[in-house]
């Protein structure tokens, strides 16, 4: 089976840095990916990591080690938008199962 | 680029009757789309993976009578849920990938169905 933990809230000031990991124990691995996901919208992709290491995309990084089954996101410079759930999801088998979310609340 | 829709928006409907949802890529051919179900405050959960031209592959504990999926093109898969009950009121997600090789998902904008 897929098993895939991640932090239910997480709060943070704005323009402060946070890290919101995700272990993952999953019978196939193909590939990690993030989404952000504000209230009644579909979520959007953030990123995707395969290799071990970090991926930075402006504001946003995503780490992976496969050895450990760990992801982290980092987010930098927080603004008020980024308040929203964040949503690690393994991807294998062609398909991806997603974790139960983590909802960031970014204070003033 | 990469846009994916799907109608209605939202939908109610009452009990025992059967409602279908419609997902489109609009400017890319999707060989899979995938329709998930996300319950308030959680999680996406994936009912079923839908390839273009074949049966659609159904999660355990997905009821493939009850949630009727069709990919009849590389643009369009529509499910159905019928007869549908108040439990089956949730958020309704699709999305769209333009090839095996390829690994990101394109997600429509959901919708919403509430059944009385």
């Known amino acids: 089976g897929q098993n895939i933990d991640q932090p239910t809230e997480m709060t943070a000031t704005e323009g402060a840095i946070v890290q919101i990991n995700c272990t993952y124990q999953?019978?196939?691995?193909?590939?990690l990916f993030w989404y952000q996901q504000h209230a009644g919208e579909a979520p959007t992709f953030l990123s995707y990591?395969?290799?071990?290491g970090l991926e930075e995309k402006g504001r946003f990084s995503s780490f992976l080690s496969r050895s450990k089954g760990y992801s982290y996101l980092l987010l930098k410079e927080l603004q008020m938008k980024d308040s929203a759930s964040y949503l690690c999801?393994?991807?294998?088998?062609?398909?991806?199962?997603f974790g139960d979310g983590t909802t960031l609340t970014v204070k003033p | 680029g990469a846009v994916v829709s799907q109608h209605p928006s939202w939908v109610i409907c009452k009990s025992g009757t059967s409602v279908k949802i419609e997902c489109r890529s609009l400017?890319?051919?999707?060989?899979?789309m995938f329709w998930y179900r996300q319950f308030p405050k959680q999680s996406l959960m994936l009912m079923a993976t839908?390839?273009?031209?074949?049966?659609?592959?159904?999660e355990q504990g997905v009821e493939k009578d009850k949630f009727l999926i069709n990919h009849a093109s590389l643009t369009l898969s529509t499910l159905t849920v019928t007869s549908a009950h108040p439990e089956d009121s949730s958020f309704y997600i699709c999305?769209?990938?333009?090839?095996?090789?390829?690994?990101?998902?394109?997600f429509g904008p959901g919708t919403r169905l509430t059944v009385t």
């Open positions: 999305s769209a990938r333009t090839g095996v090789s390829s690994y990101e998902q394109y």
């Open positions: 999953t019978s196939g691995f193909n590939g």
């Open positions: 990591n395969v290799l071990d």
């Open positions: 999801a393994v991807r294998y088998a062609g398909k991806s199962t």
């Open positions: 400017d890319f051919q999707a060989t899979t």
């Open positions: 839908s390839n273009e031209g074949s049966k659609a592959t159904y």
